[in-house]
Antibody, heavy 119, light 107 residues
Framework: QVQLVESGGGVVQPGKSLRLSCAVSGLTFSSYAMHWVRQAPGKGLEWVAVISYDGSDKDSADSVKGRCTISRDNSKNTLYLQINSLRGEDTAVYYC????????????WGQGTKVTVSS | AIQLTQSPSSLSASVGDRVTISCRASQGIAGALAWYQHKSGKAPKLLIYDVSTLEGGVPSRFSGSGSGTDFTLTISSLQPEDFATYYCQQFNTYPRTFGQGTTVEIK
C-alpha cells in the first residue's frame, strides 16, 4: 500500500526556518517526481514546488522562490521542503504528492502537516 | 501563470442529483487537466486526468469533458460520500495551478 506521511510542521516565529519531511513507502520512490502543495486556512490548493525523480530538476512557485528548497534522499525514501524567512502567509497545511513524471497529475497525496507562522 | 476559474464556487444539491462543475483556463493547456476531490482533514484525491480519464478505483458516476480552455466535471448521481470540495488543475506548464475550488454541500 502506497503511503506518504508528512511531518515537521508546528508553530514557528516569523523569520525563522522550517524543514518538512515526507516519508514514502509502498512504491519505488526514486522513480517518481514529487511535489509540495499547500492550503492556507480558508483558501484553496496552491502548488509550491516540484523535484524530478533523481533530484536534478526543481521548480517552485513565485510565492516561495528564493526562500524554499525542495530536496529528496532516494536512499531514505524521503522528500523534504525547507522554507526560510517564514511569513504569516506561509501558514498552511502542506501536502506532499507523487506524480508519475514531472508532466503528470498528482496521483497519490499525503494527509498533510500543519505549519503556523506566528509570534 | 495560467489561471483556472471554476464555477460555481459552491452549490447545494441532493443525493441523486446530477452535478456539473465548470473550469475555464486563461489559455490553452493541451488537455492537461485534472480534477481532485478534497474533504477537510483528508488527503486530496485524484478523480480524473487528461480531461476525461478516470483514475483507477473512482466510481463511474464521475466524468470529465471539455477541450481547449473549457472543461467540466460531472457527477451523474450525487452520493452522500461525494459532498466535498472539488478542484481542477492544469499540469501543462509550470507553475502548476488550481482552480479556486467548488464546494458541494448537502441541500
Amino acid at each position: 500500500q502506497v503511503q506518504l506521511v508528512e511531518s515537521g510542521g508546528g508553530v514557528v516565529q516569523p523569520g525563522k526556518s522550517l524543514r518538512l519531511s515526507c516519508a514514502v513507502s509502498g512504491l519505488t520512490f526514486s522513480s517518481y517526481a514529487m511535489h509540495w502543495v499547500r492550503q492556507a486556512p480558508g483558501k484553496g490548493l496552491e502548488w509550491v514546488a516540484v523535484i524530478s525523480y533523481d533530484g536534478s530538476d526543481k521548480d517552485s512557485a513565485d510565492s516561495v522562490k528564493g526562500r524554499c528548497t525542495i530536496s529528496r534522499d532516494n536512499s531514505k525514501n524521503t522528500l523534504y521542503l525547507q522554507i526560510n524567512s517564514l511569513r504569516g502567509e506561509d501558514t498552511a497545511v502542506y501536502y506532499c504528492a507523487r506524480a508519475p513524471t514531472a508532466h503528470d497529475a498528482f496521483d497519490v497525496w499525503g494527509q498533510g502537516t500543519k505549519v503556523t507562522v506566528s509570534s | 501563470a495560467i489561471q483556472l476559474t471554476q464555477s460555481p464556487s459552491s452549490l447545494s444539491a441532493s443525493v441523486g442529483d446530477r452535478v456539473t462543475i465548470s473550469c475555464r483556463a486563461s489559455q490553452g493547456i493541451a488537455g492537461a487537466l485534472a480534477w481532485y476531490q478534497h474533504k477537510s482533514g483528508k488527503a486530496p484525491k485524484l478523480l480524473i486526468y487528461d480531461v476525461s480519464t478516470l483514475e483507477g478505483g473512482v466510481p463511474s458516476r464521475f466524468s470529465g469533458s471539455g477541450s481547449g480552455t473549457d472543461f467540466t466535471l460531472t457527477i451523474s448521481s450525487l452520493q452522500p460520500e461525494d459532498f466535498a470540495t472539488y478542484y481542477c488543475q492544469q499540469f501543462n506548464t509550470y507553475p502548476r495551478t488550481f482552480g479556486q475550488g467548488t464546494t458541494v454541500e448537502i441541500k
